[in-house]
């Protein structure tokens, strides 16, 4: 195995745009809930705790969401419209609820199923 290490010399501002223009109103990054992708920004993608996704902050949740960023960044680096990207998030989420002890419910929705 080779490890290569390196530094990079830039300004954050050279590769990111400010946290402000990036964010909506609560300091979220700004997407669109289907696909993912900034509401502000074409080559910004955000999921998980960053994103301002509607549905709960889950490991259930990102890994949903995953795919469909992956799927739509790809595509627009292939040069697709953000209007033809080809996944979208359906908003499922899961979450583990303890109800007694040595017992738990495991409760999941798909939040956005109207998109």
Not at 25 to 45: E, L, M, P, R, Y
Not at 81 to 93: F, I, V, W
Request: glycine share 4%; hydrophobic share 40%; net charge neutral.
């Amino acid at each position: 195995m080779i490890l290569c290490l390196f530094e990079l010399r830039v300004r954050r501002t050279d590769i990111v745009p400010s946290t402000r223009a990036i964010a909506d109103a609560a300091g979220w990054v700004a997407v669109d809930a289907a696909t993912t992708q900034s509401t502000k920004f074409s080559n910004i993608f955000s999921l998980g705790d960053a994103s301002s996704l509607p549905n709960s902050k889950t490991a259930a949740a990102i890994s949903s969401q995953a795919p469909v960023l992956v799927d739509n960044l790809r595509a627009t680096m292939d040069g697709v419209k953000k209007e033809d990207l080809p996944a979208q998030y359906d908003g499922y989420a899961s979450c583990p609820l303890l109800t007694g002890h040595n017992e738990l419910m495991y409760a999941s929705q798909h939040s956005l199923r109207s998109l």
